[in-house]
């Protein structure tokens, strides 16, 4: 009993790191687009000389986690699950290992990750010090014969200090034969010293032709229909090379909403009012929490963009244009501290479950208030 308390929580149960209406990472069997960290990874595990910590890096849904498990299941597989699949990290799907890992049931596993909170009703927003020391007890246990045990820590960036030192201890004195995949989409946020412990494998944004053959697997292991070519296109140069923020951005009515943020910088310096109005209500229940996640998103990422197309003269004609008319060479320095002071509101804000009405509203009169100074 104590072995299956230290796995996962029950299924039926909201997971950190699942887009809605998804499968969640583990459950996808194919990776696109990284082939050359598979194949490194690949050949260090059968080598059996591998480095027992290995940090995986890359910007947010690009498939690091489904990288994470599946290179669990290559680990934790027999020879004969992965033989026949050659070089890389490929197990049989109705391999025990295969089967064990998606259930996260496999007695050599163990996923540290944000809790759910069964009475606040939501995830917890950082991983605690009481979720890493699980593995107290499961690294105590024995291993099974000749296998290996793996821990994978999904996202590593969502430990809190206390939670990261105790990852630390076990990093520093790792049992034989355990090996460690932290996930990070902010490596600079971890301790330097649980860094100097990992070999990182960074992960790439997916280029246009992989990226199209994930969000079509995902798609369809979803049973929803495909994207429009014309849809996928202009999503795509929204995406970064990232399947989940496609998805998201496919789900939320994102380019709905880059097309109300483009309305609002282009009513600025003057402002629209009631329009900035209509989409904070629309955005601020709860039931609205990846909308407004996607907003935020597409709002930062959107002046972002005009900031960079001011400062170097690179993007597209429309940005560069909007940056030329809104931001202009005396407004440069003032709109990159925006950026930084709009991100850090909203980081506040979901800290401490501040009224998600008022901080749109206060974004936007910030983004106002810029344009005229």
């Not at 950190?16 to 499968?23: I, K, N, S, T, Y």
């Not at 601020?284 to 170097?312: C, H, I, M, N, S």
Request: aromatic share 6%; with cysteine; glycine share 6%.
């Amino acid at each position: 009993m104590a072995r299956a308390q230290i796995l996962a929580q029950p299924d039926e149960l909201p997971e950190a790191d699942r887009l809605d209406g998804f499968l969640h990472p583990r459950m996808t069997a194919e990776v696109f687009g990284h082939a050359a960290a598979e194949a490194a990874l690949a050949e260090a595990l059968q080598s059996d000389k591998y480095h027992h910590a290995w940090l995986i890096t890359g910007p947010e849904g690009i498939g690091k986690a489904t990288f994470a498990y599946r290179a669990a299941r290559a680990a934790l597989a027999r020879p004969d699950e992965r033989g026949m699949f050659g070089a890389g990290l490929a197990v049989d799907v109705q391999s025990a290992a295969y089967r064990q890992v998606t259930a996260l049931s496999h007695p050599g596993l163990v996923v540290i990750r944000r809790a759910y909170d069964q009475k606040a009703k939501r995830l917890a927003s950082t991983i605690t010090v009481d979720d890493v020391r699980r593995l107290k007890s499961f690294l105590a246990l024995s291993a099974e014969q000749d296998g290996r045990r793996v821990v994978i820590v999904d996202s590593a960036d969502e430990m809190n200090i206390n939670a990261a030192n105790a990852l630390l201890k076990s990093l520093e004195e790792p049992p034989p034969r355990t090996v460690f995949f932290l996930i990070a989409s902010a490596p600079g946020r971890l301790l330097p010293t649980i860094r100097s412990r990992c070999r990182t494998l960074p992960l790439s944004p997916l280029s246009d032709s992989d990226l199209k053959r994930a969000v079509a697997a995902e798609l369809l292991a979803a049973e929803k229909p495909p994207i429009p070519d014309a849809d996928f296109a202009a999503l795509a140069t929204l995406s970064g090379g990232s399947v989940r923020r496609l998805l998201a951005l496919q789900e939320g009515g994102g380019l709905g909403l880059q097309s109300k943020i483009d309305k609002l910088i282009a009513s600025l310096p003057a402002g629209d009012l009631k329009a900035a109005h209509t989409l904070s209500d629309e955005l601020a229940p709860a039931a609205a929490e990846q909308k407004f996640a996607l907003f935020y998103d597409l709002f930062l990422g959107t002046l972002q963009r005009l900031v960079k197309a001011q400062a170097t003269g690179q993007g597209s004609e429309a940005d560069i244009g909007r940056a030329r008319r809104l931001i202009g060479a005396p407004r440069l320095a003032t709109f990159a501290g925006l950026w930084e002071t709009l991100a850090r509101d909203k980081s506040d804000a979901l800290a401490l479950n501040l009224d998600r009405k008022s901080l749109i509203l206060a974004s936007l009169a910030k983004l106002e208030t810029a344009s005229r100074s």
